[in-house]
């Protein structure tokens, strides 16, 4: 039966080999197995499935250990024996990776090559005289001490053993480590998006309360207005209202023109000129009659408080204000009666909706 069930057995063995050669005295066994690493590695990318150039993986890895396993075995006195032949089968595994190398885009390629019975022959080759330098040197070895030996092979198998626990003592760390910081982030994520879902339903709610002003009209954002051409107040009106301006404008998100009356806010004048809006605003708020252009909304960002009315100078009712300026006295007391009949007429409907 295989020592090595599939090539990342074998790939580990290889490993395992380089390390011990950091620590036992035959160094020349480090290189000839990180070279074999490398070649392990190209095989197992090569390979179509597990089994495949299975064998070839075996007989390298197995040449390698061969070597490894006569000195761990015998100490750094048989050491000397392998070492030329243990450069050799470095250099040649060197090689064979630079073709692996040269071929690497082409799995294929890789696998004719890798699968060449040549290759397999010069690596049962360098195995053959492995074995043949192990027997002699198990036949010198027959007649001399034992005694340091055991040394050489506690060395090696703590060696072995110290690496192990290290690299199995580092896994349990890092992944420790990992499923630590994996629960902090965990964490961290929730309570962020538990602060994010406040913060928009905090914000939302501050939209709604923004968006209507005293339940009536509709408060709107100064950015959200969109001023066009100036409308031109007629001479006769009242000096006091030179202290705003009029737009054909438009409101973001609804299609219908406005009309946009901006108060001047001037330097040392604020107080005032915020009182005279709050006060139009209260005056025009609760309006309803033809006769009288209607409310849309109301913009009170003090920097420049406005009126936005709904309709155009296109098709503009009659407002009372320019109405009565402009009029016989005649036309402005009709219209005056007019509009008081016409209010009361809509405060008895008022209260009669109200009652029900």
Not at 174 to 198: D, L
Not at 276 to 303: A, E
Request: aromatic fraction near 8%; charge should be neutral.
């Amino acid at each position: 039966m295989s020592r090595y069930p599939d090539i990342d057995a074998c790939i580990q063995a290889a490993r395992l080999t380089a390390a011990a050669g950091e620590m036992a005295p035959f160094p020349f066994i480090k290189g000839a197995a990180q070279c074999v690493v490398l070649v392990l590695e190209m095989i197992d990318r090569a390979a179509k499935n597990k089994s495949d150039l299975q064998e070839l993986a075996e007989s390298i890895v197995n040449t390698l250990a061969a070597v490894r396993d006569t000195v761990v075995e015998h100490g750094p006195n048989s050491a000397l024996r392998f070492q030329n032949i243990c450069l050799e089968f470095q250099t040649y595994m060197t090689d064979l990776l630079s073709q692996l190398n040269s071929e690497r885009r082409s799995c294929a390629r890789i696998r004719r090559l890798l699968k060449a019975r040549k290759i397999a022959d010069e690596i049962s080759r360098y195995r053959q005289r492995i074995e043949a330098a192990r027997a002699e040197f198990l036949i010198c070895a027959a007649t001399s001490t034992r005694l340091g030996l055991s040394n050489v092979q506690d060395q090696v198998d703590t060696g072995i053993i110290t690496l192990t626990r290290a690299v199995q003592g580092s896994r349990n760390h890092i992944t420790a480590t990992i499923n630590n910081r994996s629960n902090i982030m965990h964490e961290e994520i929730r309570s962020w998006g538990v602060s994010q879902s406040e913060k928009v339903d905090r914000l939302f709610a501050a939209a709604q309360e923004r968006g209507v002003y005293k339940g009536v009209v509709r408060e709107v954002l100064w950015g959200d207005i969109n001023l066009k051409e100036c409308i031109e107040i007629p001479k006769s009106h009242s000096l006091h209202d030179s202290e705003f301006d009029e737009y054909n404008a438009s409101v973001e998100n609804y299609q219908s023109p406005k009309i946009v009356r901006v108060y001047r806010v001037q330097a040392g004048q604020e107080d005032r000129i915020m009182q005279r809006f709050y006060g139009d605003v209260d005056r025009r708020l609760y309006l309803r009659h033809p006769n009288f252009v209607q409310l849309f909304g109301v913009c009170t960002t003090p920097r420049c408080p406005a009126l936005i009315f709904h309709g155009s100078t296109a098709k503009r009712q009659r407002v009372y204000d320019y109405y009565c300026d402009s009029s016989s006295a005649k036309e402005s007391l009709l219209f005056s009666i007019e509009i008081y009949h016409d209010l009361k007429v809509t405060q008895v409907f008022d209260q009669v909706i109200n009652a029900q």
